[in-house]
């Protein structure tokens, strides 16, 4: 073959093999080559606020899994336990024309006309944690949360069995009035007194799911001098104040006094342990995962369950161990909830 004929051969060979490489980086547009772009999902994300650990725990899941690099932009807007500001927020969410928007509601009610105008705008809406109350399921495209009536039964399973026929005075320090997670566990508390005629309530209000209030409440049942064996805390950062007004009244929690409490984080875990608290029903925070799954599948065209309940274990001091604590991580556990099998786990009592 010809020298030149063979210098023709090989820049055509190159000017293919060029094409090739372009039109796989990307869209060619007006000869200009574009790179593919992955669809970002646009989230606004309504979070009830930063009472709790848990809540802090659940807010980090939610930015961790709805990243930039597993494909999200996360609005996120802190309501500061505000029905008022989430109705805002989704508004504004609304005027964003965001893909989605995921509300962790503060409380039951009062949904309806701001979830009427996301459905309107076309933009599914994905409850988180709590539940919402509405005559129309329609306004939502799921939920993913805690059955906190379980919860709540759980724990009074167990004082029943740690109690019994014993008469009880019990102190109940109640998370927001209104929202599910305080529902189900009042309600299997009332439940259970109705069933025990010898339990007496002798305080029972709203500590907010905060310690400083849970502290607040007991610091003033003891100086007014009331004397009560258990407190039922709705969950850990009230146990938290509790276990600092007992101690500062000289009472060792655990012993003086029974402590009841729910969500089981790292801390509390410890002090199960440790005995200053004697029971937790688990309340799983880590919700960011079965969002990002949840968007997922419906970015694929497939309708995920109406409702997913989570599962949930209960941890006491005879049957805490050492790798329960060790499995978790800093703050909430790593290994319940995210789809990855627990190596230990409680049996529910
Ligand atoms: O809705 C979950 C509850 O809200 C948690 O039990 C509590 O700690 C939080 O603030």
């Known amino acids: 073959m010809k020298r030149s004929c063979m210098k023709m051969i090989i820049l055509c060979l190159l000017a293919a093999l060029c094409t090739c490489m372009l039109t796989a980086c990307g869209d060619q547009d007006a000869g200009t080559v574009v ?30 899994a709805l990243s930039e690099e597993n494909g999200f932009r996360l609005i996120f807007e ?58 129309d399921s329609s306004l939502y495209t799921c939920w993913v949360g805690s059955d906190f009536w379980k919860e709540g039964r759980a724990a009074v399973r167990w004082m029943e069995e740690q109690f019994v ?7 109940h320090l109640q998370g927001n009035l209104g929202c599910s997670a305080q529902k189900g566990r009042t309600g299997a508390l009332t439940e259970a007194m109705q069933a025990h005629p010898d339990w007496q309530i002798v305080y029972q209000g709203p500590g907010d799911f905060l310690q400083a209030k849970g502290q607040e409440i007991i610091e003033d049942l003891l100086s007014r001098g009331i004397e009560f064996d258990v407190i039922y805390s709705e969950n850990d950062n009230m146990a938290f104040g509790a276990i600092e007004a007992l101690n500062g009244a000289g009472l060792v929690p655990g012993e003086d006094v029974i402590i009841v409490s729910f969500d089981g984080c790292h801390r509390a875990l410890e002090m199960v342990q440790s ?8 309340c799983n925070p880590l919700h960011g995962p079965r969002i990002m799954n949840i968007i997922n599948t419906l970015e694929s065209g497939i309708m995920p369950p109406k409702q997913t309940y989570v599962d949930e274990k209960t941890f006491d001091r005879e049957h805490i161990t050492r790798e329960m604590l060790d499995e978790r991580d800093s703050e909430y556990p790593t290994s319940s909830g995210c789809g990855i099998p627990s190596a230990s786990s409680l049996p529910l009592f």
Do not use: C, H
């Open 35 to 64: 790179p593919d772009e992955k669809k970002i999902v646009v989230v606004g994300f309504s979070q009830v606020g930063a009472e709790s650990d848990w809540r802090n725990a659940n807010t980090r899941s939610m930015t961790q």
């Open 78 to 135: 802190d309501a500061q336990n505000k029905q008022e500001r989430q109705i805002t927020a989704i508004r504004n969410f609304i005027q964003m024309n965001v893909d989605y928007i995921v509300l962790a509601p503060t409380t039951e009610t009062g949904w309806e006309t701001v979830l009427g105008e996301a459905k309107a705008a076309g933009i599914p809406v994905i409850i988180v944690d709590r539940l919402i109350n509405v005559s």
């Open 165 to 171: 026929d014993r008469p009880l005075r019990i102190v």
């Open 275 to 282: 005995g200053a608290i004697s029971f937790v029903a688990e």
